[in-house]
């Protein structure tokens, strides 16, 4: 059973770092490209960027390059999520999601893991 | 970046109603047109890939139709449990941006 499980609720100051992460099981890590996706409060879902397990290629929306890190660390199946600086407008659930096509990017996301609730306040 | 533009924002209808969302997007995707269900406190659920494929276990009654820049989404009957936001999402380019979604609510 592919199973992807996010790190819990974090509460952040201002101008702090934080890293979540989403740990996959049931599936080749290695082999799909796993993605990160932002829902603000009370608004829609955001793509944030992806990298592929494999050999570590990241790709970025231009929205978030230089503001987030996506990494992976394919010993323990888990890809991570760095938000850096906080700020009150990073407040959000982050979900990380797999792109259910080995290899292509050119698919959905069919597995989701359940949301991991940044609170940023001093 | 692809522009996705989905409509209605939002809209009311009963149990048994047709539902019709679309969405248009900025240049030719093709087919990579994914629809998604989201409701509050649960994760994304894909609908619906490449325009029309109906991902496994989705009933019948969500279907998907369009290429290029215009696609929809249509719920041929509605169902209690169909009361959601929908958002479609294009995978022809990275990013693979969403749409704004159309929340579904009840009449």
């Known amino acids: 059973e592919v199973q992807l499980v996010q790190s819990e609720a974090e509460v952040r100051k201002p101008g702090e770092c934080l890293k979540i992460?989403?740990?996959?099981?049931?599936?080749?890590?290695?082999?799909?490209?796993i993605g990160w996706v932002r829902q603000m409060p009370g608004k829609g879902l955001e793509w944030m960027g992806i990298i592929y397990p494999g050999d570590s290629d990241t790709r970025y929306s231009p929205s978030f390059e230089g503001l987030v890190t996506i990494s992976a660390d394919k010993s323990i199946n888990t890809t991570y999520l760095e938000l850096k600086g906080l700020k009150a407008s990073d407040i959000a659930i982050y979900y990380c999601?797999?792109?259910?096509?080995?290899?292509?990017?050119?698919?959905?996301?069919?597995?989701w893991g359940q949301g991991t609730l940044v609170t940023v306040s001093s | 970046d692809i522009q996705m533009t989905q409509s209605p924002s939002s809209l009311s209808a009963s149990v048994g109603d047709r539902v019709t969302i679309t969405c248009r997007t900025s240049?030719?995707?093709?087919?990579?047109l994914n629809w998604y269900q989201h409701k509050p406190g649960r994760t994304p659920n894909l609908l619906i890939y490449?325009?029309?494929t109906l991902q496994s276990g989705v009933p019948s009654r969500f279907t998907g139709s369009g290429s290029g820049t215009d696609f929809t989404l249509t719920i041929s009957s509605l169902q209690p449990e169909d009361f959601a936001t929908y958002y479609c999402?294009?995978?022809?380019?990275?990013?693979?941006?969403f749409g704004q979604g159309t929340k579904v609510e009840i009449k």
């Open positions: 999402q294009q995978s022809y380019t990275i990013p693979n941006t």
């Open positions: 490449r325009a029309s």
């Open positions: 999601a797999r792109h259910s096509i080995g290899g292509s990017v050119a698919s959905p996301f069919d597995f």
């Open positions: 240049q030719s995707i093709t087919t990579y």
């Open positions: 992460s989403c740990q996959v099981s049931g599936y080749s890590f290695t082999n799909y490209w």
